[in-house]
């Protein structure tokens, strides 16, 4: 894999986490939402459609040849967050706090840096 795949695969992997996780300012407060956290407000279909979502993310990092360590991690944030998702208020508030997707983001980049 060459550098620009790898660097493109980064670039889509940040893409995604921002979608989901923080495209939209909340006016007047320094806090950022996105699809995955107006997707949390729908009951269990929502939690279920934002991991799979959120898979993207892992995809990229087993394309790039990640290893397993790696996307167990970013496994274990989909999980916790699909956990607590399930809990009404507590999961919609995990949806704006908690950020898997940029975690997971990051963690790729760790991983190839």
């Known amino acids: 894999m060459t550098q620009h795949d790898t660097e493109e695969r980064l670039r ?3 893409q995604l ?4 996780d923080g495209i939209w300012t909340i006016p007047f407060t320094p806090w ?3 699809i995955d956290a107006l997707l949390g407000l729908l009951p269990v279909a929502g939690d279920f459609l934002s991991a799979l979502l959120a898979l993207g993310i892992v995809w ?9 360590s790696v996307k167990i991690k970013m496994l274990a944030n989909i999980g916790l967050d699909f956990l607590l998702g399930s809990v009404p ?3 919609d508030i995990a949806d704006v706090a908690f ?5 997971n983001a990051a963690l790729l980049e760790k991983w190839v840096k």
Do not use: D, E, F
């Open 99 to 103: 950020r898997k997707n940029q975690r």
């Open 32 to 34: 950022k939402v996105g």
């Open 89 to 91: 208020v507590i999961g």
């Open 17 to 20: 986490a921002n979608l989901l």
């Open 60 to 68: 990229q990092a087993h394309k790039l040849g990640a290893p397993k």
């Open 12 to 14: 889509r992997s940040w």
